[in-house]
């Protein structure tokens, strides 16, 4: 599978319009993020070239926190360990669109990554992501926030699809995203419940 677990995890801080089709959790899923602990699945495409990425947490914040939390360009590098800059090249005025640039540096022993992505914004419930230049081949996803009921907080539902341009074997991309997903959906928790009022 030509993609680079490290530096897909780094794609967790970013958002830019994919055609990610809304999914639900499993029964697996739901038993784990009621639980307080993320959810993720990692799945390699059929032809080897390109790979899935869904992950879930729920957070005990408002949406509109969380939101704040997921958007900005500063606290990237703080939530995922591998990303090491995000900056906003263009950005709509209207606030319903902006181009970021994220450098990643998966591990020692690879070149740095960069990623250049529009996020598209719908509300502050949906961003849509999709790549428009940078090194790796194909990214597209989307972050969803669902408010949770009574007030309880915010569920987080994720989804990348890539190829990067590195290959590597499957089995150590698949177990190092189980590995780094999650830290990052942990990290974004801890980052929005500072953020709480």
């Not at 900005?72 to 800059?85: G, N, Q």
């Not at 995000?86 to 709509?92: A, F, G, K, Q």
């Not at 995203?177 to 959906?185: C, E, F, I, K, T």
Request: glycine share 6%; with cysteine.
């Amino acid at each position: 599978m030509r993609l680079s677990a490290l530096a897909l995890a780094a794609l967790l801080c970013a958002f830019a319009s994919g055609p990610a089709a809304a999914w639900e959790l499993d029964a697996a899923g739901l038993t784990a993020v009621e639980q307080g602990r993320p959810w993720v699945l990692v799945r390699p495409e059929p032809d080897g070239d390109e790979g899935l990425v869904r992950g879930a947490i729920d957070i005990a914040a408002p949406p509109a926190v969380v939101w704040r939390t997921i958007s900005d360009c500063d606290l990237a590098p703080r939530m995922v360990a591998t990303l090491k800059s995000c900056r906003i090249l263009e950005r709509d005025p209207a606030g319903r669109w902006d181009i970021r640039e994220h450098i990643s540096r998966p591990t020692f022993f690879l070149p740095p990554v960069r990623s250049v992505f529009r996020s598209d914004y719908e509300g502050e419930r949906l961003i849509r992501f999709h790549r428009t230049a940078g090194d790796l081949e194909r990214l597209e996803g989307e972050w969803r926030l669902v408010e949770l009921p009574n007030g309880a907080g915010t569920r987080v539902l994720y989804e990348n699809r890539a190829t990067a341009p590195f290959r590597l074997p499957g089995a150590l991309v698949r177990m190092a995203l189980r590995r780094d997903v999650p830290d990052a959906l942990l990290a974004l928790r801890r980052e929005s419940l500072a953020r709480r009022p």
